[in-house]
């Protein structure tokens, strides 16, 4: 399903892999136009549905994918149906969102680009984790925050405005200005939203900021990010030392200090593949990602590392699994299949 399909670039992407693409727009011209596209691109026509959100579909069962670029931009009014939720604030978004869970089959996944408030007196990551359904697992990334001086500016821009008489231009920009001042919001962020139906009794939602290039595309990505959730939910501590991890691919390590010193301040694991994370770690996360190829299990890495420090074995693998765990999470270390 891809909901405000516009010219139909997304329903263009998902008739690559699905075997039935349904594809939604308030606007109707949006329809011929997405009609257009997939014909002179030798794709299957798609069930083409006009109307708002989930309404053109409510009587239809679920789905496996769900994407959407919807009309996020928080602005007065409902000027531009390209751009404009039209429902105040970031309410188009997050209906968007929490309706989205009981619209996916079990194991299927929602994903949207989308806006949200940063508001004064509310954590932004709680804001969004209160947008995510029952039942679904959710990874949300913050790309960018803007004030919202640079957002009305950008959108205003983006709207040809700034081409417009100046005191027209002038008004819309206050009118933008004083709608955020009544909802308290100081600066706007963009980024991802996915969902996964899961029905799992502790939902895993990862909202975080990386502002940072990726590797595009993040399909496979994604997909190991929802795998590594799941075998992290079926894996306590003891189960995490009984396992088998290798280091993924492309993982180089960084050390940061002083030239000729025996140590290292910071050492530094990166990513040159995918979300190309970074994250520092100590001497035993280093040495243990280093060593791991799968052979031995990570209770038995750890033993080895406890020897050559002269640690107590039993408590490097007492504070060791937390480590281990967020290695895993931010996709360090596999498990070995
Ligand atoms: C930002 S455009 C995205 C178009 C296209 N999917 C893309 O990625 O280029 C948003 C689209 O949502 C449509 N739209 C606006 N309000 C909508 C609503 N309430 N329900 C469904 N679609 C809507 C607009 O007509 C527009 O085509």
Redesign the pocket.
């Known amino acids: 399903l891809?909901?405000?399909?516009?010219?139909?670039?997304?329903?263009l992407h998902a008739a690559q892999h699905a075997t039935r693409v349904t594809a939604?727009?308030?606007?109707p011209r949006?329809l011929h136009i997405t009609a257009l596209t997939l014909a002179l691109s030798g794709a299957p026509a798609a069930d083409l549905r006009e109307?708002?959100?989930f309404?053109p579909v409510a009587d239809d069962g679920t789905y496996d994918l769900i994407v959407?670029?919807?009309?996020?931009v928080i602005s007065p009014g409902a000027r531009l149906?390209?751009?404009?939720?039209?429902?105040g604030g970031d309410d188009?978004c997050r209906t968007l969102v929490q309706e989205a869970g009981d619209r996916l089959n079990d194991g299927g996944y929602a994903q949207f680009?989308a806006n949200w408030q940063h508001v004064e007196g509310e954590e932004w990551q709680d804001r969004l984790r209160s947008w995510v359904p029952r039942g679904c697992d959710a990874w949300i990334v913050q790309r960018e925050v803007q004030d919202v001086t640079q957002y009305a500016e950008l959108w205003l821009r983006d709207a040809g405005d700034h081409r417009s008489d100046p005191v027209e231009y002038q008004a819309r920009y206050d009118a933008w200005l004083d709608e955020f001042e009544a909802r308290k919001v100081k600066s706007v962020g963009f980024g991802w939203i996915t969902l996964r139906k899961s029905a799992a009794a502790q939902p895993s939602v990862v909202v975080e900021e990386w502002p940072h290039p990726v590797e595009q595309p993040l399909g496979d990505t994604v997909r190991a990010h929802f795998d590594r959730v799941d075998y992290l939910r079926a894996h306590d501590d003891a189960a995490l030392l009984a396992g088998h991890f290798v280091l993924a691919g492309e993982v180089v390590q960084e050390q940061v200090g002083l030239p000729g010193a025996e140590d290292p301040e910071h050492v530094v694991l990166r990513q040159h593949r995918g979300m190309r994370r970074a994250t520092k770690v100590d001497t035993v996360g280093a040495g243990f990602a280093g060593v791991c190829d799968g052979t031995l299990s990570a209770g038995r890495i750890l033993d080895a590392i406890a020897q050559l420090v002269g640690e107590d074995p039993v408590l490097l693998r007492d504070r060791t699994p937390s480590q281990i765990r967020l290695l895993v999470e931010q996709g360090f270390l596999e498990p070995a299949r």
């Open positions: 891809d909901l405000g399909t516009g010219s139909g670039i997304q329903a939604t727009d308030l606007n949006a109307g708002s959100l309404e959407s670029n919807p009309p996020f149906t390209y751009r404009d939720g039209g429902m188009l680009l």
